[in-house]
């Protein structure tokens, strides 16, 4: 009998779970970054110490792939200029990245990261994931958008 096999199938939710979190606090601090600024390592504290795993007025936030968030977050920020790109290549005509809100580009900057950066991440969890994310900020129309662009940024990028 293999000491992995029990742990393996309840461990796939709770990792999925915890990636989940990490998607949505990473949207969360990207979004903070762009309307404070500020540096990247006191923001990425913030999150760890006080935010993840954390009760805060009466809401809990979900314990999250740290790791996960903290690549999320700084590989967004490092490779922005790459990911504005494929953003931006992908708007429609007239539109540009400044025209969008912040949580929206926050949402897409980070399913961009992933698409870019992650090609151990399949696609479509990505796609999926960020769509639910934008679905918790958003109607159907902008989590449709965020469907229709990310998943034309993965044609461009993984073929």
Do not use: C
Not at 29 to 36: G, P, T, V
Not at 69 to 80: E, I, Q
Not at 129 to 152: C, M, P, Q, R, T
């Amino acid at each position: 009998m293999s000491d992995t096999s029990p742990a393996s199938p309840s461990s796939t939710p709770d990792r999925s779970q915890a990636r989940s979190a990490a998607r949505l606090a990473a949207v969360q601090a990207l979004y903070q970054r762009e309307m404070e600024g500020g540096e990247l390592a006191p923001l990425l504290h913030e999150f760890h110490q006080h935010r993840i795993g954390q009760v805060i007025e009466d809401a809990h936030y979900a314990d999250a792939d740290v790791d996960f968030f903290d690549d999320v977050v700084s590989g967004a920020v490092a490779r922005g200029d790459d990911i504005d790109a494929a953003i931006t290549a992908r708007l429609a005509k007239g539109w540009t990245l400044a025209r969008l809100d912040k949580p929206m580009k926050a949402i897409l900057r980070a399913g961009s990261y992933e698409l870019i950066a992650r090609p151990d991440v399949p696609h479509a969890s990505v796609i999926s994931e960020y769509v639910d994310v934008a679905k918790a900020f958003y109607d159907k129309k902008e989590s449709g958008f965020v469907n229709g662009l990310l998943d034309a940024i993965a044609k461009d990028v993984r073929g």
